[in-house]
């Protein structure tokens, strides 16, 4: 008896492995670049797909990718591309002056077309660091370095007219002859 039941719990356990077949087996999940993944303010973001964004059999639109950076609840940077024929696609996204220092995460969702109410599939989240300083990375902001450059123009102006207005030793000693 014991035998019999083995074989029966088995064969409850196998059956619907065998009648599902390859369908059972679980796809990696769909996956984008991000380049750079660290900078500050103002840093350009390249993305691309490596899983590709294309519609399902019997699915009409015009598919596409959304992508955001995103710091908690607040989105930092955004932008929807296009995809190709092949259902490839790739864009640029700018840090906005919204990030702080810290992680990010950088999320995509393949949708069918602009006006879809869900997405086809989400792609695995990528992180990105967000820096302390502006995308350039050196040196003071730029409000800052005009102020200093106007001040350093208006005191070399001031040099110049001193100049022009004291007398020389020369135009002295002639003045008194």
């Known amino acids: 008896m014991r035998t019999g039941r083995a074989w029966a ?15 059972v087996a ?11 993944q660290a900078g500050g303010i103002g840093t ?17 639109g015009a598919p596409l990718a959304a992508v955001t950076v ?7 940077a955004t932008g929807r591309f296009t995809a190709s024929a092949t ?21 995509a969702f393949c949708l069918a077309s602009t006006r879809a109410e869900g997405a086809l599939f989400s792609y695995r989240s990528v992180s990105f660091t967000v820096g302390g300083l502006p995308a350039t990375g ?11 450059g106007l001040l350093m123009i ?9 100049a022009r207005r004291r007398p020389t030793r020369a135009a002295v000693g002639k003045s008194g002859s």
Do not use: E, N, Y
């Open 87 to 107: 259902g490839g696609w790739h864009g640029v996204l700018l840090v906005g002056a919204t990030a702080r220092p810290g992680t990010a995460t950088v999320s």
């Open 154 to 162: 208006l005191a070399g102006a001031l040099l110049v007219l001193a």
């Open 70 to 76: 995103t710091q908690g609840s607040r989105v930092v």
């Open 26 to 36: 679980v796809a990696d999940s769909p996956t984008f670049s991000v380049s750079p």
């Open 44 to 60: 350009t973001i390249f993305v691309r797909s490596i899983t590709v964004c294309r519609l399902p059999a019997g699915v009409t």
């Open 138 to 148: 050196a040196g003071p902001p730029a409000g800052l370095s005009a102020g200093l």
């Open 9 to 23: 719990v088995a064969a409850m356990v196998a059956l619907p492995l065998l009648i599902a077949g390859p369908s």
